[in-house]
């Protein structure tokens, strides 16, 4: 399987490549460098062209101080039926995963991995990705609707400032 992993702290994406190409999946890896380019109705070219033969796409679900709904948004309204996991060290909003369409994973900590052979966190990590995949929901939500709703509530927020 071809997983596309999209993240803006490099750590976690090692990780995830150890874990997912321990495996036996193919991992393409983009590293978030400037969060605005992630929050536009279009995809940053580099996302576009991996999104054609991605089969999974696993995102962050902080791009620094932006969250990665807008981002998701924008590929449910070109590919509304690959399955998305959010992961994140935070706790995450069953609502908002729902809308969106995705499923929530909670990044493993390494720290708590320093002692474990690579092939036990590539396990545990594979039992945690398999119950994300639980979650998954395909069908699509109306992501212009979800889009243009989560930029109305972005653009008053700014005006209370």
């Not at 243009?148 to 927020?157: T, Y």
């Amino acid at each position: 399987m071809k997983i596309l992993v999209i993240d803006d702290d490099p750590r976690s994406i090692e990780l995830a490549e150890e874990w997912l190409t321990a495996l036996g999946h193919q991992i393409v890896k983009i590293l978030v460098a400037v969060p605005d380019s992630y929050m536009k109705r279009t995809l940053p070219d580099e996302v576009a062209i991996e999104m054609e033969t991605a089969d999974l796409l696993l995102v962050d679900k902080y791009f620094g101080q932006i969250t990665s709904s807008r981002f998701i948004a924008a590929v449910r309204m070109i590919y509304s039926k690959i399955p998305i996991i959010r992961w994140s060290s935070a706790a995450e909003s069953r609502i908002e995963v729902d809308v969106l369409r995705a499923a929530k994973l909670l990044k493993p900590d390494d720290r708590d991995f320093n002692e474990w052979t690579p092939e036990e966190r590539g396990a545990l990590f594979s039992k945690k990705l398999e119950e994300a995949t639980k979650q998954l929901r395909l069908d699509a939500p109306d992501a212009a609707l979800v889009f243009d709703r989560l930029e109305s509530d972005a653009n008053s927020r700014t005006k209370n400032w």
